[in-house]
């Protein structure tokens, strides 16, 4: 089973919902950080990291002594990354979208790939959890193509949570993607209801089933309760405004291990879950 | 003119809540909200929208059943596996690279631009706004961010306007490289938790990367004084000044819910009080 954990809006509280959901959970469960922009879980769960590798996606390389200068390559791309200019061809790698056609369209076999850097993957372990997250290069425009290479870790014999960036374009959609379930977390202000609304629009494209985490529920209003009970969208768990959360969650200390209950809660958020996903189970 | 773009790295930090209280300092600015991919500041702002336009950008492929062979050759070339067994292109998956369009021996396959949000130009109480509306699941927000910073730039300069703040979006991806190139300087949003530092130092980094001038405020600084020195200390050491702190006080959150800036709902606040003093020292950096 695969849980993805998403919110629209930042600061919401997703890596908190991700790390802790993991930590109460025991044997057989993979935490997976997606927001490679800006991934935060491995600051919570501190894991000892046992593999570091580098991923590069494809972009082209013009061997100008075979090009004829014909022009089908710059005419194929639809991202302006490669184009003749008078007597050469200019490539702009960070550009790219690594499609492949101008290498499948050029009739003197001119373009090699080669690799540009899109970051790093680091995997590692906390106790019995497994972890593993993308970080993308500073500098670095395209994260849908690192967040596929991090979801390549999916064990699929366990359960694996996904902490998704914020957002409801390319880096989440990627994130969410063929999901069992999405959790998705909100506060009750008109930011958070407005970012939430978008979110679960997000998440009807793509036909996952969802349900609502509401952070800091007594700080602001009751617009987002109004709107989960218009649309049938369960609230699978409230976590009240508190400034020892706030104060523990600053230290990068987990909710589980500091506040009392609080593990127990999260367990019963996980089998809520699996009452509405009819019981898919670890 | 000047642009100042307010980023955090990290989501929820209170760019938003900071840039509509600028507004309710600012006396000739242009707002502008480049966080089209969740844009809030109209909350707000409450903007009379004046003009909308289509937002046009890339294209999609669709392959016409009645012309298709089905004899694979898209299949096999798409890298992004947006072709299913029975020849129908996967809307979300498709990346409008055209490569299936282009090969198919049959010409079965259209490639129609697609219209993936609006853009707006509206008016406020405190001035004009531009501000934009990516459409759900749809690609290409860095283009529209660079669309509506141009849109603000030319209202600007069209109403003799000598500023733009820019509500820009979070994380240090494609949005926010598209946010900030470019800007006379960014104020960075933080807060004083582990995380909030840590995407701190690479929006840090990535502002140092397209050599956009940094400064630096601290919000809710009171969770953790500690964490708030270190990230002060961050800044010195990488020549980013930190303009000041404010406390955590959940008048910003009320002031949300009221639709007002702070200065509107709670203007006697030390929160308050303390976005004045970050607000005049922008200014005067800004001139120097």
């Known amino acids: 089973m695969i849980i993805s954990i998403a919110s629209g809006k930042g600061g919401t509280g997703k890596t908190t919902v991700a790390t802790n959901l993991a930590l109460s959970l025991g044997e057989n469960v993979q935490l997976l950080d997606c927001d490679v922009e800006e991934p935060n879980a491995h600051l919570f769960i501190q894991p000892t990291f046992e593999s570091t590798e580098t991923v590069t996606t494809p972009v082209p390389q013009v061997d100008m002594e075979k090009c004829s ?30 499609c492949g056609g101008c290498m499948a369209v050029c009739p003197e076999k001119a373009i090699t790939e080669i690799g540009r850097e899109l970051g790093v993957i680091q995997k590692g372990w906390r106790g019995s959890l497994e972890f593993v997250h993308g970080k993308s290069r500073v500098g670095e425009a395209m994260s849908p193509p690192l967040i596929e290479k991090v979801r390549e870790h999916i064990s699929p014999e366990k359960l694996n949570i996904i902490d998704a960036p914020p957002g409801t374009s390319c880096p989440v959609i990627a994130a969410m993607r063929d999901t069992d379930f999405v959790l998705l977390v909100t506060e009750p202000t008109p930011f958070g209801l407005n970012d939430l609304k978008l979110a679960v629009g997000a998440v009807k494209i793509l036909g996952i089933p969802c349900g609502l985490i509401i952070n800091r529920s007594d700080l602001g209003d009751d617009r987002v309760k109004t709107y989960a009970e218009e649309t049938g969208l369960p609230i699978l768990m409230e976590i009240p405004f508190d400034r020892r959360i706030a104060e523990v969650y600053s230290r990068g ?30 | 003119m000047k642009e100042i773009i307010i980023i955090s790295g990290k989501g929820g930090t209170g760019k938003t809540s900071l840039v509509s209280a600028f507004s309710s300092l600012a006396e000739n600015a242009v707002l502008c909200d480049a966080d089209v991919d969740a844009a809030d500041l109209h909350l707000i702002m409450s903007p009379r929208t004046g003009e909308t336009h289509e937002f046009r950008s890339g294209h999609s492929a669709v392959i016409n059943p009645e012309k298709c062979t089905q004899c694979g050759l898209c299949r096999e070339m798409c890298r992004w596996n947006a072709i299913s067994e029975d020849f129908e292109v996967d809307s979300i998956a498709c990346e409008g690279c055209g490569v299936c369009w282009y090969f198919c021996p049959e010409k079965a396959i259209d490639f129609p631009e697609n219209t993936c949000g609006e853009w707006f130009i509206s008016d406020t109480r405190f001035g004009p706004m531009v501000h934009a509306r990516l459409g759900i699941a749809e690609e290409n927000s860095g283009k529209l961010v660079s669309l509506v910073r141009q849109k603000a730039r030319e209202l600007a300069e069209e109403k003799k306007l000598d500023m733009i703040i820019t509500d820009g979006p979070p994380g240090v991806g494609c949005p926010v490289i598209a946010s900030i190139g470019g800007a006379d300087a960014v104020l960075i949003v933080t807060e004083p938790t582990v995380s909030g530092k840590h995407d701190m130092e690479r929006v840090v980094q990535l502002a140092e990367h397209f050599r956009v001038p940094a400064m630096l405020c601290v919000n809710k600084f009171d969770l953790n004084a500690e964490i708030a020195r270190d990230i002060e200390a961050f800044g010195r050491e990488k020549g980013v000044e930190c303009l000041g702190h404010i406390p955590f006080d959940p008048v910003f959150t009320r002031s949300m819910v009221q639709a007002q800036t702070v200065f509107e709902y709670a203007p006697d606040t030390d929160a308050a009080r303390n976005v004045r003093e970050i607000w005049n020292r922008v200014l005067t950096k800004l001139q120097d």
């Open chain 1, 253 to 282: 200390e987990m909710l589980v291990d500091a506040i009392p209950g609080m593990r127990e809660k999260f367990v019963e958020l996980y089998d809520r879950i699996t009452a509405l996903t009819g019981g898919a189970g670890r």
């Open chain 1, 69 to 98: 200068l014909c022009g089908k390559c710059d005419e194929i791309c639809q991202f302006r990354s490669i184009v003749v200019v008078g007597t050469t061809v200019l490539a702009f790698p960070e550009l790219c979208h690594s």
